[in-house]
């Protein structure tokens, strides 16, 4: 899929915000059970609800939700299409009562930093 297709299938109006923008994708689950499925999902919407507090941020994640495919687009890429400063990514795994999730922040035209990966207890 490539960022024309994004742009279209997302049907974002153009940025009219002066404050940074920040899509947040969907993390991925590492297994392929609905229960991690079920998870990814409430861990992407936890995460885009925290940042929209800030009032600092305009955060996109709703739309996004087009570009789930098996290979998704580099988060740059993403960017560039739904025209934020910013994305969210990353990924889940769970094991046993342990939940750990790699979060990766991309700025438009910039690599990705990934961080330390966030383990935590569940």
């Known amino acids: 899929m490539d960022a024309e297709q994004i742009r279209s299938r997302n049907r974002l109006p153009a940025r009219r915000s002066e404050k940074p923008t920040i899509a947040v994708l969907p993390f ?8 991690h499925h079920w998870f990814a999902d409430g861990l992407t919407d936890d995460i885009a609800t925290a940042l929209t507090r800030s009032r600092q ?5 709703r739309p996004v939700r ?4 098996a290979a998704p687009p580099p988060a740059t890429e993403v960017a560039e299409a739904l025209g934020v400063q910013y994305v969210v990514d990353g ?6 009562s342990t939940c750990a ?4 922040l991309s ?3 910039r690599p990705p930093y990934y961080g330390p990966i966030v383990s935590t207890g569940i």
Do not use: Q, W, Y
């Open 28 to 35: 991925r689950p590492l297994a392929h059970d609905h229960e």
């Open 57 to 61: 941020l305009t955060v996109v994640s």
């Open 66 to 69: 087009a570009i789930e495919t």
């Open 91 to 96: 990924s889940v795994r769970l094991a046993g």
């Open 101 to 104: 999730f790699p979060l990766g």
């Open 107 to 109: 700025m438009r035209n």
